[in-house]
């Protein structure tokens, strides 16, 4: 038998191709039809595609967003029009996107229609009792006797703790002969401040190293498929959330056992503040409340946090006009400052106006948080098109935020787009919206601030790899975890 001829060849190969595209369609019509065309010609869902069996769009999903998150919605965009809407198939659920400011609004306030619908494995991790996936009156509850000491002006009684950790941590990491992580050293800074925040003096009983390393194998566990089988991350994260709440629960009971034999005199942390709450009809928390809402606050509080220091910086130093700008606005303040007064104040960090457009800037560009979560309850119209119940709704903060209808140019880093602009209810997404807002908001901005007022003033940071590559899955990194020195400036 001898070789094959040219053309034969080119039979052969117009077959292979010809059945691929075959069997690729008939797959992803198959798919469509399981969940939409079920459903009945009578029920308007918004345009897109469900992609493989099984599998969905998550490949797409995936290529997008190891490079260039934003294609996603921009090719969506291109193919079905600006609907704001669009139908998909992501984290094992048939899912509604949408991303536009009044569709955001309208979700994330719908609480008749929609419940928090986060992924399987972030609910189990995150705890019966956390806001993930609390009712919405538990939440209500809980919020209101919870978040106090974190927010308004209550929070201004943690400025001194955190300039303390601030000045420790950027000279520990200037001293170093050799470049640092910058990722790693803004973690433990804000690793350090949520631990004092809630702990205060009881952080000696705690073993921070064991915590701190354990959250890291939780985290991964929150971001996984809930495969709870050896070698799969869920499953570490199952063994290191049950040594987290033994860890806590041990807190909880040392904090009992002290308050109880001694009459404190020292502020309160805010362990005690939670134990101590007590709701609108005098009840106060069980201790599986408080050790499932200190296990999310512990994550949400030094995670986020730390990503909003690395990108501000990285922003700054690429940007030198931007730096100099804020440092000097930071500056002035020093030179109005009372030479017998030490540390910053309530009154000097509201005088940072620039300041604050440059964190609202990296909060939008960077969407440190990419979607919100929800999932239909029922069957329910939304802008004229039909959500199913159990379909999942994925409110698409990046696609938000980076919309060149909202803001012009959405790819240039540019703080001076806030002067004057006051972004319209839905637009600017970097906590959430609604009841569910993130209770951590304005701890994390303040520990931003207070961080950026001292790197500003006294250091600069030369990396090692400017242009290392940004992976941005789950939150947008440098590969190298931005190598750098950190240089203090005479």
């Not at 408080?290 to 999310?296: A, E, G, H, Q």
Request: charged share 25%; net charge positive; hydrophobic share 35%.
């Amino acid at each position: 038998m001898g070789l094959l001829d040219y053309s034969q060849w080119l039979i052969l190969v117009a077959a292979l191709l010809g059945g691929y595209a075959f069997v690729f369609g008939f797959l992803r019509r198959l798919n469509e039809w399981y969940y939409v065309g079920r459903l009945g010609k009578s029920q308007n869902l918004p345009p897109g595609d469900m992609g493989w069996p099984f599998f969905g769009n998550m490949p797409t999903f995936a290529k997008y967003a190891k490079s260039d998150p934003d294609s996603l919605i921009y090719n969506l965009i291109s193919r079905y029009g600006r609907t704001g809407m669009y139908r998909t198939h992501l984290f094992g659920y048939p899912t509604v996107i949408v991303c536009s400011p009044e569709t955001c609004r309208n979700v994330l306030k719908d609480e008749e229609h929609l419940k928090p619908g986060y992924p399987a494995s972030a609910m189990a991790l995150a705890g019966k009792k956390s806001f993930h996936g609390i009712s919405s009156a538990e939440h209500k509850r809980l919020r209101k006797v919870t978040t106090s000491p974190i927010n308004g002006h209550e929070l201004y009684n943690y400025i001194g703790l955190i300039e303390d950790i601030v000045v420790k941590n950027l000279e520990d990491s200037s001293k170093t002969n050799t470049p640092v992580e910058f990722l790693k050293e803004a973690k433990k800074f804000t690793f350090d401040v949520i631990t004092s925040v809630f702990f205060s003096s009881d952080r000696e009983h705690a073993d921070l190293a064991l915590v701190e390393h354990l959250y890291i194998d939780l985290l991964r566990g929150m971001r996984s498929q809930s495969i709870n089988l050896p070698g799969f991350p869920f499953y570490k994260a199952l063994k290191a959330r049950k040594k987290l709440v033994k860890l806590l629960k041990g807190l909880v009971d040392h904090k009992r056992r002290n308050n109880n034999n001694e009459k404190q005199q020292t502020k309160k942390d805010l362990m005690e503040l939670l134990m101590e709450a007590r709701d609108d009809e005098g009840e106060k928390l069980e201790d599986e409340d408080i050790i499932d809402l200190l296990l999310l606050f512990l994550l949400a509080g030094h995670e986020s946090s730390a990503y909003g220091v690395l990108w501000t910086v990285i922003n700054l130093t690429n940007h030198p006009h931007v730096f100099e700008r804020a440092k000097k606005e930071q500056e002035e303040i020093m030179a109005r400052r009372p030479s017998d007064q030490k540390g910053l104040t309530h009154t000097e960090i509201r005088q940072m106006k620039y300041l604050s457009q440059v964190i609202d800037e990296m909060l939008r560009k960077t969407s440190i948080s990419f979607a919100n979560f929800r999932q239909a309850k029922v069957d329910f119209n939304l802008n004229g098109y039909t959500i199913p119940k159990g379909w999942k709704v994925l409110v698409w903060n990046r696609g938000v935020h980076m919309d060149p209808e909202n803001y012009p140019n959405p790819k240039e880093f540019d703080p001076s787009r806030w002067e004057n602009f006051k972004a319209r209810v839905g637009q600017f997404l970097p906590f959430g919206y609604g009841s569910r807002y993130c209770p951590g908001s304005d701890l994390a901005k303040l520990e931003i601030t207070i961080y950026l007022h001292h790197f500003l003033l006294n250091y600069r940071m030369e990396r090692i790899n400017p242009d290392c590559p940004i992976t941005y899955l789950p939150i947008a990194r440098p590969t190298d975890n931005c190598l750098a020195r950190i240089i203090k400036v005479t």
